[in-house]
């Protein structure tokens, strides 16, 4: 009966996200261009440009031979042209917390019009008066916002990969794309973060009035993934693939005791008075 109701509450939810333009366009939309674009941008010149020649890139060289021993630093050391060793640093590296925004996007989007969504349409009442536990409701919805902002990081990172290999290939004659750190990044760091941050906009969104109230508050989140992505261009923190492995580690941990503190604290009542 519970995995019923939960299936029958996720379906109910993706439907109302997809025949919604306005919500799934830009949470789709946005990060496919970037998935395709970025690594474009940056590959094909340098199939024609010596990279190096283009602004200020001595500090960056600079860093490759500073990088602590490992996969990251033999690889790139034994490329044979800056142009090779520029390109695999970035697709490779620094465009890491990108895949990290991604996810915080979709899941904010989601998770805001989880609840409020429903007080918006007005069948917010006729859901607590459903025959189905609290805690089967909560998890519907946090698996609602869940599946596709995993989804939508999925597809992103194989046009990403994709679009790495196509381009580069003429110029490394071998496929560069995914190392290690990215293997754990999608299928280990990525869900971990998506859970927590669906389960915040989740949670703010069954106590505000409506979505554009959840979003605004709900984007909070994203505020020490941008200082991640300032720290890796400024070379401050090398994410390889130990360091990632222990951040996952930590955000199942934090999930696993904020959701289950959560789920002992839920309450119908609340939730019906949180529409007035």
């Known amino acids: 009966m519970k995995s019923r109701a939960m299936k029958a509450i996720i379906k109910k939810d993706i439907r109302a996200i997809s025949s919604s333009v306005q919500l799934w366009l830009p949470m789709l939309l946005i990060p496919v261009i970037f998935s395709m674009v970025l690594p474009g941008v940056i590959i094909i010149p340098a199939r024609f440009t010596d990279l190096s020649t283009m602004g200020n890139m001595d500090p960056i060289i600079d860093l490759f031979a500073q990088l602590p021993p490992g996969q990251l630093r033999e690889s790139i050391l ?8 520029l390109i695999y640093f970035a697709v490779n590296y620094l465009f890491a917390p990108f895949f990290l925004i991604i996810p915080l996007m979709t899941a904010s989007v989601i998770g805001a019009n989880s609840f409020a969504g429903e007080k918006e349409r007005k069948t917010m009442e006729s859901l607590l008066f459903a025959p189905v536990e609290l805690s089967t409701l909560f998890w519907a919805k946090i698996l609602s916002a869940f599946l596709p902002a995993c989804g939508v990081t999925f597809l992103c990172s194989l046009l990403y990969g994709l679009m790495v290999n196509l ?42 009035k409506g979505f554009q109230e959840a979003y605004q508050l709900g984007g909070v989140a994203i505020l020490p993934i941008l200082a991640l992505l300032i720290g890796q261009f400024a070379g401050l923190l090398l994410v390889n693939a130990a360091f990632l492995f222990w951040v996952g580690v930590g955000l199942c941990l934090i999930d696993l005791v904020l959701i289950k503190s959560v789920e002992k604290r839920l309450n119908r009542n609340k939730l019906f008075t949180s529409q007035v």
């Not at 034994?78 to 060793?85: A, H, I, M």
């Not at 669906?198 to 505000?208: A, G, H, R, Y």
């Open 167 to 208: 381009a580069a290939y003429p110029l490394f004659g071998a496929l560069i794309f995914p190392q290690s750190n990215w293997v754990i990044l999608i299928l280990w760091v990525t869900p971990a973060l998506s859970l927590g941050t669906v389960f915040l906009n989740v949670l703010i969104s069954s106590k505000v």
């Open 78 to 85: 034994s490329l044979d042209t800056t142009n090779k060793q």
